[in-house]
């Protein structure tokens, strides 16, 4: 199958629309604490959706997984814990900062890290990437991604200064902006471990194409072995907080505690919230199982694949901020800047696929 970078880098705008959603259906969800509903989620995110789906498009599953070799398991696993750790504070990096603004400032540290760290780790940056017109031009759409995600960051932090007390926490009603720059900072080069784990499960997509299955669907199995790394991760921290926070109930119970311990006579609505956790955590895997379709199609720079898919999600996030108000009460001048940030990252998916297109020609 010939690679087609612009196909590729339709799929990974698809990835980002839907990483970009996921935390929607979230707000639909009542009084459930956060590790209450981010397990639920997960469950669907981490397990449900990637085998169900690897079961159904690709060949011999169980035994492509059985043939692969150990080391490529145990690293795509050990990078998908790794990962974990950077997705548990990314959630927190939306409520400390908003979707926008938090995702933009983490995103903008996975992209860089999640980019380049692979072909430098192989050795093929200088001779492969540097080396080729092709190769420069990719780079280029890189640097021209992180501009865009600097720009967003400017307008982010021009919105801050701008907005009231009472603005803030209407809009997003645990900002903290030092804090949520920080755990952003600290989950972007975090969450970069996603593309390492996928880097190392390289081996599992050649064995499960030669069990028949399509090209397009063999980065499928990876995910399963990189998603259960970060299942692992997470699953103990939300039991772990269910416990400090007396929450664990929270999955059967239709009645929740107050601060003082009195029920709460409002009932929660749970088949709701499982509904909504479930949409959620299934729009999430979307993000990445669009994204292994993309990576097919890129040819010799898949890499790039990686900042592709930053660069959508921050595009999609940001617009759905707009969509929610995060941004009301802002100036032109933060909005303009906003728009120009927007505006650079669609240039760097362009830029990006470019230097794809030549590489496959």
Same mark, same amino acid.
């Given at each position: ?9 339709? !799929? ?11 935390? #929607?259906?979230?707000?639909? #969800?009542?009084?459930?604490? +956060? ?10 995110? +981490?397990?449900?959706? /990637?085998?169900?789906?690897? @079961? ?17 398991? $145990?690293? @795509? ?5 790794? &990962? ?34 692979? /072909? ?15 190769? #420069?031009? #990719? ?12 720009? @967003? ?16 926490? %209407? ?6 902006? =030092? ?20 880097? @190392? ?7 499960? %194409?030669?069990?028949? =299955?399509?090209?397009? +669907? ?21 039991? *772990? $907080? ?19 311990? =009195?029920?709460? /006579?409002? /009932? ?9 956790? %479930? ?10 199982? !669009? ?21 959508? *999600?921050?595009? !999609?996030?940001?617009? &759905? ?6 941004? %009301? ?20 998916? *362009? ?11």
């Amino acid at each position: 199958m010939i690679s087609n970078p612009l196909l590729g880098v339709f !799929f990974h705008w698809l990835g980002g629309l839907a990483a970009g959603s996921f935390y #929607v259906p979230y707000r639909a #969800v009542r009084q459930w604490s +956060w590790e209450v509903y981010w397990l639920v989620g997960g469950v669907f995110s +981490w397990i449900v959706a /990637p085998w169900l789906l690897a @079961a159904i498009n690709t060949n011999g599953l169980l035994a492509t997984l059985g043939e692969a070799p150990r080391d490529s398991l $145990l690293w @795509a696993y050990f990078w998908g814990t790794m &990962w974990g750790v950077g997705g548990l504070t990314f959630g927190l990096s939306m409520r400390y900062l908003g979707l926008s603004l938090g995702m933009g400032v983490a995103l903008g540290y996975c992209a860089a890290f999640g980019t380049l760290m692979p /072909p430098i780790f192989h050795g093929e940056f200088v001779s492969k990437v540097l080396g080729t017109t092709s190769g #420069v031009i #990719v780079v280029l759409g890189v640097g021209v991604c992180l501009a865009g995600i600097a720009i @967003a960051g400017l307008a982010g932090r021009s919105k801050e200064k701008e907005m009231t007390d009472e603005q803030k926490a %209407a809009t997003i009603k645990e900002f903290n902006f =030092t804090k949520g720059i920080l755990v952003a900072t600290f989950s972007g080069i975090m969450s970069a471990s996603f593309a390492y784990g996928l880097d @190392a499960a390289a081996p599992i997509a050649e064995i499960s %194409a030669r069990h028949g =299955t399509t090209l397009l +669907w063999t980065g499928l199995p990876k995910l399963c072995v990189v998603l259960l790394g970060g299942f692992t991760t997470n699953f103990i921290w939300c039991v *772990i $907080l269910n416990i400090k926070n007396r929450t664990g109930y929270q999955y059967f119970s239709r009645t929740v505690r107050t601060a003082d311990g =009195t029920p709460d /006579p409002v /009932p929660v609505p749970m088949l709701r919230n499982y509904l909504f956790s %479930a949409l959620a955590g299934v729009v999430w895997y979307l993000q990445f199982f !669009f994204y292994s379709m993309g990576e097919t199609q890129m040819g010799t720079y898949k890499f790039s694949s990686w900042t592709i898919h930053m660069a959508s *999600i921050i595009i !999609f996030s940001t617009l &759905w901020g707009i969509a929610l108000k995060e941004w %009301a009460g802002s100036s032109r001048s933060t909005k303009r800047t906003l728009f120009i940030g927007l505006a650079t990252l669609i240039l760097s998916t *362009i830029v990006v696929g470019y230097g794809n297109y030549l590489g496959a020609g």
